[in-house]
């Protein structure tokens, strides 16, 4: 199973880093996640310039899809050049997005009406767009899913793991990562978003 962080110029790297780094420790179970580019090089919000493992269009083969954010996000949303590059299918694909990646999808036509998690510079123009947006880090109904502030890549990952692999799958993960000491309060938190966003999508 394959995953894809789409990672564009202006990219927060907590949020494409940390989720693909985790989803990275399942790789033996099947589960690999790749810095998914526009163009072969990309310069993140702070300067830092990565290289593409992967061209944008891999987003329409992935199993998993993952829209980072960044402080050109709007511009992504912006570009129909760049958004007709990505065709996303959430009947056969998982689809999620970290904060501002919230625009991207919107842009694409697959929230729906779903309530959105985002963060709070992003909100804004979110609620602008018609969407309300949930006082939460983590929210998923179906194969969509949004998080909202830069550690809530995290909960993205635990959800992409839970979805994939299994809840044990993620466990393991999050509690090798997980601060010393903290390891439990880590796992159960991440964890219990996931479930709750579950749960609120069924009722």
Not at 162 to 178: C, H, N, P, Q
């Amino acid at each position: 199973m394959q995953v894809a962080v789409l990672t564009f110029d202006g990219f927060n790297e907590l949020d494409s880093f940390v989720a693909a780094a985790l989803i990275n420790r399942c790789r033996a179970d099947g589960l690999e996640a790749f810095i998914t580019t526009p163009t072969p090089v990309v310069t993140s919000m702070n300067g830092v310039e990565v290289t593409g493992q992967r061209p944008v269009e891999f987003a329409t083969e992935a199993d998993v899809v993952l829209v980072g954010s960044g402080v050109r996000a709007h511009e992504v949303a912006a570009d129909d050049r760049l958004v007709s590059r990505l065709r996303l299918d959430p009947s056969r694909q998982l689809v999620g997005a970290q904060c501002s990646g919230a625009l991207v999808l919107a842009r694409l036509g697959l929230l729906g009406s779903m309530p959105v998690c985002t963060d709070r510079r992003t909100r804004p123009f979110v609620e602008a767009a018609g969407f309300t947006v949930l006082d939460t880090p983590f929210h998923a109904e179906g194969n969509i899913a949004t998080a909202g502030g830069c550690l809530a890549s995290q909960y993205l990952a635990a959800w992409v793991m839970t979805r994939t692999l299994g809840e044990d799958a993620a466990r393991g993960v999050l509690d090798y990562v997980a601060p010393v000491g903290e390891n439990e309060e880590t796992v159960d938190r991440a964890l219990r978003a996931v479930r709750t966003a579950a749960t609120a999508a069924a009722r």
